[in-house]
């Protein structure tokens, strides 16, 4: 047995005073002798009973790649690592691994968690600089064959990436349909580059035409082509878009200039690169004060980015702190930076000035009750009491909503919240049509849509394998 060594080795990151003057990353990772120490604190549980891997969605033999790094062996902890997930360089920065792998950690029962997300962004980025991943290609990429089967992708977000990446590896051959300029998905127009760096993705999606996969950018299915079309041409259909429609406020005002979506928000800053203005010719000016409606994750990233653009910035949340859905790591930085967070707040109004643009909100104050709702949330209720704060701009993240383009089909059942109905086998109400991510789930994580997308292949190899067995 192990000697339990209860605190994790901490990863060097940026000081805030420097780091909030760009948008580089935060987080600087684990050098080779570091990730070896943090690597000695796993217990190595036994793979049959270890909690980690029942906690992580893809099932990635956690205990055994750490254990590789403890003998110094980057290319194996990589080979295990990718026979589950071929991500790792996103998954290791973007996870919420606290609330996952990491929250069922034997060894945080007495102290702190193994530090499972930062070992597995270590091995990625590792290989990725020294060579090592590109070796471990060739063992992984195998000949894609039309005889095989052919499989359209729709979406080339974090499901419809993994799917792609799977069903590659099995030898099918894969495509992708990518209604934006860029694929990526929620990891491209989202999430800040002081998170996840597009270098990272980029790589990471080159990796996966490495293994095979085309992606067709540009192409908007429901429009450009359908789903109809696509199982003319293709042996099945899988469809992870999303959930990229944002969800507003209706109260008053809510027409008013430089009030943002946190989606677009975040797009014209990081698909957009509006922070390199004029570089790039999409400005956003978001004045001396910028207020976020939210306390998940996306309204961090929508804090702490427009921080960096010039702000004072205030996050406002009509719960209590205990409340928020934000991982802890990034309440923490957005602390770190300067991020103001005032709770118990609920917006009833936005006012404008004489230009017809935001200048303050109106919030009405709430009270938490001893009673909790079915997600375990103290419910509240107003107090009559309202408090006004000011505003040059207002980032609205109160959440998302599947895209609805695809939900049009006919014959594609959908829940009463947008949702895509799906069966065990996710696979949809067109048979050969499969579904996963957000697009079933409504907003969720990067991981579980990853899982999601690992599940959907295999059910996909599998109903192409019989379909042909009772065509032969």
């Known amino acids: 047995m192990p000697k339990l060594i209860k605190e994790r080795v901490p990863t060097p990151e940026r000081p805030p005073e420097e780091r909030v003057r760009d948008f580089n990353e935060v987080n600087l990772g684990y050098t080779f002798e570091l990730a070896k120490q943090e690597a000695e604190r796993c217990l190595q549980c036994p793979v049959e009973y270890a909690p980690c891997i029942k906690g992580c969605p893809v099932h ?38 606290e609330d996952q792998c990491e929250g069922a950690c034997v060894v945080g029962k007495v102290g702190t968690a193994v530090n499972i997300g930062k070992l597995e962004r270590f091995v990625a980025d590792y290989a990725r600089e020294h060579g090592i991943e590109d ?22 977000g974090p499901a419809g990436l993994t799917c792609a990446g799977e069903l590659a590896k099995m030898g099918y051959r894969v ?20 998170r996840l760096p597009k270098e990272i993705l980029d790589h990471e999606l080159d990796k996966l035409k490495r293994l095979g996969v085309e992606i067709k950018t540009d192409h908007l299915v429901g429009r450009t082509v359908t789903i109809e079309e696509l199982l003319g041409e293709y042996d099945a259909v899988f469809i992870g878009t999303g959930a990229g429609t944002p969800r507003l406020l209706n109260i008053p005002g809510i027409l008013l200039g430089r009030i943002y979506s946190a989606n677009e928000f975040l797009t014209r ?24 409606i939210g306390a998940g994750n996306t309204a961090m990233d929508a804090a702490r980015s427009a921080l960096r653009l010039g702000a004072d910035v205030t996050i406002a949340y009509r719960r209590g702190r205990e409340d928020m859905t934000a991982r802890i790591e990034e309440i923490h930085h957005a602390e770190e930076e300067g991020v103001k967070f005032e709770f118990f707040l609920n917006p009833v109004e936005f006012i404008g000035d004489e230009n017809g643009r935001v200048k303050a909100v109106k919030f009405e104050k709430m009270r938490p009750l001893e009673e909790r709702d079915r997600k375990g949330k103290r419910k509240i209720v107003g107090t009559g009491e309202y408090v006004t704060l000011e505003a040059t701009t207002v980032i609205i993240a109160i959440g998302l909503e599947p895209n609805k383009i695809i939900t049009e089909t006919p014959g594609l059942k959908t829940n009463p919240n ?23 789930r409504g907003e969720a994580t990067v991981i579980l849509a990853m899982g999601d997308g690992k599940r959907a292949a295999k059910a996909i190899c599998d109903y192409i394998e019989k379909k042909a067995k009772a065509e032969a």
């Not at 070796?135 to 052919?150: D, I």
């Not at 349909?177 to 127009?189: D, Q, R, S, T, W």
């Not at 800053?269 to 001396?288: C, Q, R, S, W």
Request: proline share 6%.
């Open 418 to 440: 947008g949702t895509l109905v799906v069966d065990e086998n996710l696979m949809t109400s067109i048979p050969g049509v499969f579904a996963g991510g957000d697009a079933i």
């Open 175 to 194: 495509t992708i349909f990518e209604a934006l300029h860029k694929p990526g998905g929620v990891l491209a127009y989202g999430i800040p580059e002081f």
């Open 60 to 97: 990635i033999n956690i205990p055994a790649f750490i254990a590789k790094i403890k003998e110094g062996d980057v290319k194996g902890a990589l080979r295990i690592i990718w026979n589950d997930n071929t991500l790792p360089a996103i998954t290791g920065r973007v996870c919420p691994q």
């Open 135 to 156: 070796e471990l290609l060739q063992e992984f990429a195998r000949e894609c064959s039309e005889k095989k089967g052919k499989v359209a992708v729709v979406g080339a």
């Open 269 to 292: 800053v990081n698909l957009m690169k509006a922070y390199e203005f004029p570089e790039y010719d999409t400005p956003i000016h978001v004045g001396e004060k910028v207020v976020v």
